[in-house]
């Protein structure tokens, strides 16, 4: 660009100055889904063009709605979420815009676009990989990946929906000797919605590991549940090694326990009139999702001796 031109671009931004305004634009948080590219979008509302005299900044965040959509395993791993921010610089509608972005691309201006978490769960982390990116103004998109890592604690309630929000800010760029603005700049959130999954954790804990029987009597055993859990949980009860003949065994099939609490169950044991000796028998413990069956946890199994001493 020649002096001259220089020049006229000076002169008619003088001009127009006066009534510009300085501030960023307000970012407005439009979310939404697209089936086609699977992933959700956030628009500023500094893309909507107004009848401004100078360029203003714009931001879209795009990432894979499979990364927040399917539930976080409670104390698992971070998860990765690649963020896609995409910078496009918005002319006014008048024609300084243009000469002033001709400017920028001939003195290759750049803005910072920073980044930082805001509000989360207090039962979840997050993280940005980058919170300073720069982006040249070309008048195209210009197109950066970050990674956005969230983990859930083991006691984040199941199914609960978390947030997390992402704060994006653009500085006003402005012109020689930081006189005059040339583009505006953007401040926005973007929000990221997750769930935490379902933790089946239970601890089981019999009053003993052997139990004193005399032959044709009831003899009981209390044992102890707790939910350790992150939801209301179904302990499934089942005799997996029984005992032979004639015995009678009896436990309660199944007990529905609160998030930590416990309860206690009984396991009572008649054995034959002729009984002498020693037996033993297997339970299994399983924990459901009390709302949803689908959801289980692996069995805990405990073994009790049966003692019969003449």
Known sequence: MNRTKCAAVLILFLIGASVIPTTAQKGLTVSSCSSMRNSATVLSSSAIL????????SLY?????????????????????????????????LYIGKLILLYCRATQQSVTVTLEIGEIPTWC???????????????????????LAVAVEEHAPAYALGYVRIHASVDTLRGPFGLF??????DGTATLSFVPGYLPHIIVIPASNY??????????????????????????????EGLPGSWIT??????????????ETVLSV?????????????????????DDY?????????????????
């Not at 539930?71 to 896609?84: A, E, H, I, K, S």
């Not at 939801?231 to 499934?236: L, M, S």
């Not at 009896?250 to 309860?263: K, S």
């Open 181 to 186: 603005p040339f583009v505006n700049g953007y």
């Open 61 to 93: 965040f795009t990432w894979d709605a499979n990364g927040t959509q399917h539930p976080l395993p409670p104390g698992g791993p971070p998860r990765n979420v690649n963020l896609t921010i995409s910078y496009l610089t918005v002319l006014g509608s």
């Open 294 to 310: 689908t959801q289980h946890g692996d069995p805990v199994f405990v073994t009790i001796e049966i003692i019969c001493e003449p």
């Open 50 to 57: 107004w009848d401004g005299f100078i360029p203003q900044s």
């Open 211 to 240: 139990l004193n029987v005399t032959p044709g009597n009831t003899s009981i055993l209390p044992i102890t549940i707790t939910n350790h859990g992150n939801a209301r949980t179904a302990v499934k009860i089942e005799i997996v």
């Open 125 to 147: 982390t997050a993280s940005l990989s980058e919170t300073q990116l720069q982006f040249p103004i070309t008048g195209n998109i210009e197109e950066q990946t970050v990674t």
């Open 270 to 290: 008649v054995p034959p009139v002729d009984f002498n000796g020693t037996e033993s028998l297997t339970l299994s413990f399983t924990p459901y999702k009390a």
């Open 250 to 263: 009896y436990i309660p099939g199944q007990v529905i326990i609160d998030v930590n609490m416990t309860e």
